[in-house]
């Protein structure tokens, strides 16, 4: 077996010992019995720096959904990748307005909007866009499936709108006919304990009370997953447990 292929299968086990402890279904005695709870975490894999070879790689052992940083790059691997047809592509980077019209015509997924011209331009695109040519990415129907990203631990520096903030753009977001608020995404600060992760859980279930396509918390990389999923995450982003150490 090759390493990624090992590697996507342990932290699969992870997710789902992680999952079964948060919410203790009996994973032993569900597992042959016709109720056995499957658990509904989506794995993501992030790919970024890594080449096209190493994400088929992931690809072939059943691994469909991915997640880009770095436009230019992310790119040149879709095409590269064209002929995968099942696999679906996550956008998780900063996000510049200068950037969407390509995030909007190559992501199914883009978990990184935080202001509301970024989620303007990037519904403007995609419709100018599906009123241009037919798209072939399999895995999109219509619409980008959105994701707010929350600057949760309120680091100065940091990409994210702020919790007060929030609704407010999730109504910008709702209001645009060609994306559907599918949730939240966040990386809390490291070392800050579980408060983060609690405010993070908080927010969602306020969202998801108030939005019926809300289903997603995007929460949690290599080293938090299981913290994340503590507190409600349903897709975890996993890069270097996957891939490898990036240069
Ligand atoms: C790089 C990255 C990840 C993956 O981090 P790992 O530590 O490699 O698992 C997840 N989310 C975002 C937004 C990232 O930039």
């Not at 790689?57 to 790059?73: K, T, V």
């Not at 040519?133 to 990203?149: F, V």
Request: include cysteine; charged fraction near 20%.
């Amino acid at each position: 077996m090759n390493k990624i292929k090992e590697n996507i299968e342990n932290i699969k086990q992870q997710i789902d010992q992680a999952y079964h402890a948060t919410y203790h279904t009996n994973n032993q005695a569900n597992k042959s019995s016709s109720t056995n709870r499957k658990n509904p975490i989506t794995l993501l894999a992030v790919s970024k720096t890594k080449p096209a070879t190493a994400i088929e790689q992931a690809y072939l052992a059943g691994q469909r959904n991915f997640g880009e940083n770095y436009l230019q790059e992310a790119v040149e691997k879709i095409a590269q990748l064209s002929h995968c047809p099942k696999l679906c592509w996550h956008f998780i980077g900063p996000i510049q307005s200068n950037k969407t019209k390509q995030i909007a015509k190559n992501f199914t997924w883009v978990h990184s909007v935080d202001r509301a011209k970024i989620a303007r331009r990037l519904n403007t695109h995609l419709k100018e866009y599906l009123s241009e040519e037919k798209h072939s990415n399999s895995c999109q129907d219509s619409a980008l499936n959105i994701c707010l990203q929350v600057n949760i631990s309120e680091e100065p520096s940091k990409s994210g709108v702020m919790a007060s903030e929030l609704f407010s753009l999730a109504e910008v977001v709702d209001n645009c006919d060609k994306l559907t608020l599918r949730g939240l995404m966040a990386i809390p600060e490291k070392n800050t304990g579980v408060a983060s992760y609690e405010k993070m859980q908080h927010l969602f279930k306020k969202l998801q009370a108030q939005y019926p396509t809300v289903d997603t918390l995007s929460m949690g990389m290599s080293n938090d997953l299981n913290i994340a999923i503590a507190h409600g995450s349903t897709m975890v982003r996993i890069g270097r447990a996957i891939f490898g150490e990036r240069d």
